[in-house]
Nanobody
């Protein structure tokens, strides 16, 4: 079992930055691949970024490449999502997720068995 707790969301203006954090509690953190997903009102939850246990395999959705950076600190049991140059279309609830099965990380919602409660990110002027 892994419990995930996100933090760092908020209201920011376009082109500003935010860093989301997700603290994990439970079994060996480094054995899980981690992902960030987001869900905007009226839309399905979609993949944002993922990272494997060692941090060597990283994937991003196309619209965030070059603006967002996923990283993890296994000593602190924490995964981060640095979001730069934010746009109004990035507005969503952001969820942290953990996968015991996807060794190299995954873009697929179904591969993640553990989810946080979500944190709201609103980008608006």
């Amino acid at each position: 079992q892994v419990q995930l707790v996100e933090s760092g969301g908020g209201l920011v203006q376009p082109v500003c930055s935010l860093r989301l954090s997700c603290a994990a509690f439970g079994r060996t953190f480094s054995s899980y691949a981690l992902g960030w997903f987001r869900q905007a009102p009226g839309k399905e939850r979609g993949f944002v970024a993922s990272i494997d246990g060692g941090g060597g395999y990283i994937y991003y959705r196309g619209s965030v490449k070059g603006r967002f950076t996923i990283s993890r600190d296994n000593a602190k049991n924490t995964v981060y999502l640095q979001m730069n140059s934010l746009r109004p279309e990035d507005t969503a609830v952001y969820y942290c997720a953990a996968s015991a099965a996807a060794m190299y990380g995954s873009t697929a919602y179904a591969d993640y068995g553990y989810w946080g409660q979500g944190t709201q990110v609103t980008v608006s002027s």
